[in-house]
C-alpha cells in the first residue's frame, strides 16, 4: 500500500481547526455550567436533606437514573447494589473516559442551621443512627449530574464515550456486606466498553472556593480495618489478683501500636496512622471481665510500610498479650489501596485545570491520610483524582469543620467550577486521544 503523507500546510491547518474546535466546545462548557449552577443547587440541596447510607442509596439512584434518561443516556442500575451507570456515545470515534461521584451518607447527626439539613434517620450495622452528608457526596452527585447534561449537549462534538458512574457505598459497605467501587468492578463497570481513563473529584471544606488541588503519585492514604480480641481469665473486681486483666493488657497493647509509627517508621520519607476507635468489654463496674475486643484503622502512603504495620502489630498484639498470661486474636482486613494518581496522566491534565481555574489557584496539595475508594479504580486504568474547594466564605479555613462531623458545612460557590473542570477533562483527553478508541474491544 502506498503510504500517503499529509503536506505540512494541510498538517498544520487540520491542528488548528482541531484547536479551534476544542476552545468552541471549552465556551460551551463554560456557558453552560453558569447556567446549570441553580439547577445543580437545587438537587444538591435536595440530596442532602434526604441522605441515603451505603448500599442503601435508592431513591438517590432512581433520581440520578431519571436525569441520564432524559438526556437521551444509555442507562444501567443496579450495578454494585445501587450503583448508576450512565453511557453517553460521542459523535465521533475516540477513547472512553469515565466520570465517578459517591452517592452514600454517613450515620451522623446534622447540626448545621440551613433550611435543607437532614433529619433523616435509619439503620447501620444493627443500630439506629441519623444520617447526614457529612463529607460532600450530595455535591459530587449534583456536580456531575451537571456535568452529564453539559457533555449531553454536544454529543456530536465528542470524539469518544463518556461513562458516568455513580457509585454507592464509598464509605465502606454495611457489615457482610459487598459495596463501592470494589464491586462496581467486580460486576464490570470499567468494560463494555473498556475505560481508557477516568477522573473523580472531592469538595474540600478546607480549601477555598475557587481553588483545585491536586498530587501526582500518592495521594490518599490506603485504609485497612483491624480486630483485636483479648481473652483473659474473668474475677471479682475486689480481687484483680484471682483475674487476667484484659483491660490492662488492652491498654497495654494500644500503648504498644502507638511506638509503629512513632518508632519502627522513618517519618521523613512516609507518613501513617494506627488509631483504636472502639473498645468493648465488661458488664459492670465491679466484674474484671474475661474477654475484651478493640477495632480501628491503619492508614499508610507506601504498600511497603502498609506490610511493615501489619507485621509489627501482629508481633506487639500477641506478645505483650502473652506476657500478661492473656491470649489475643488480630485480624486485619484490607479495604482500600492508595489512591494513586498516574503521573504522566496527571502531568497531560494540570494544563486543563489551570485553564478553567487559572493557574494561581491550582496547586500540589499534601498527602491525606484519609482514603477514597477511587484508587480501586485507578488499580484498573490509569486515573486522577483532585480536590475541589469548598470552605465556607467569611470564616478562616482553619476553622471550618472536618468532614465526617455534624457541623461540616460545604458552600455551593464552587459547584460551576466542579462541572466545568470535569467537563473539560473529558474534552481535551478526547482532543488529545483523537483515534484511540476502546469501544468495541
Known sequence: MKKIIMPAALLILSLSTSFGQTNTLKAKISQKAETLESKVVAWRRDFHENPELGNREFKTAEKVAAHLRSLGFE?????????????????????????????????????????????????????????????????????????????ASMKNDLKGTVKFIFQPAEEGAPEGEEGGAALMIKEGVLENPKVDVIFGLHINAQTEIGKIKYRPGGTMASSDWFKIKIKGKQSHGAYPWSSVDPIVTASQVIMGLQTIVSRNLPVTESAAVVTVGQINGGVRSNIIPEEISMNGTIRALDPAVQDMIHARMTQITTNIAESAGATAEINISRMCPVTYNDVALTEKMVPTLESVAGKENVSITAAVTGAEDFAFYQQKVPGVFFFLGGAP?????????????????????????????????????????????????
Not at 93 to 115: H, T
Not at 401 to 418: K, N, Q, S, W
Request: with cysteine.
Open 75 to 151: 442507562v444501567k442500575t443496579g450495578v454494585g447494589k445501587t450503583g448508576v451507570v450512565g453511557l453517553l456515545k460521542g459523535g465521533r470515534p475516540g477513547p472512553v473516559v469515565a466520570l465517578r461521584a459517591d452517592m452514600d451518607g454517613l450515620p451522623v447527626k446534622e447540626r448545621v442551621n440551613i433550611p435543607f439539613a437532614s433529619k433523616a434517620t435509619g439503620e447501620y450495622n444493627g443500630q439506629a443512627v441519623s444520617i447526614m452528608h457529612a463529607c460532600g457526596h450530595d455535591t459530587h452527585v449534583a456536580i456531575l449530574m451537571g456535568t452529564a447534561e453539559i457533555l
Open 393 to 441: 466564605k467569611g470564616k478562616p479555613v482553619s476553622e471550618t469543620a472536618p468532614h465526617h462531623t455534624p457541623d461540616f458545612y460545604i458552600d455551593e460557590g464552587g459547584f460551576v467550577l466542579g462541572m466545568k473542570s470535569m467537563a473539560s477533562l473529558v474534552v481535551d483527553y478526547m482532543d488529545m486521544n483523537t483515534g484511540k478508541s476502546s469501544v468495541g474491544k
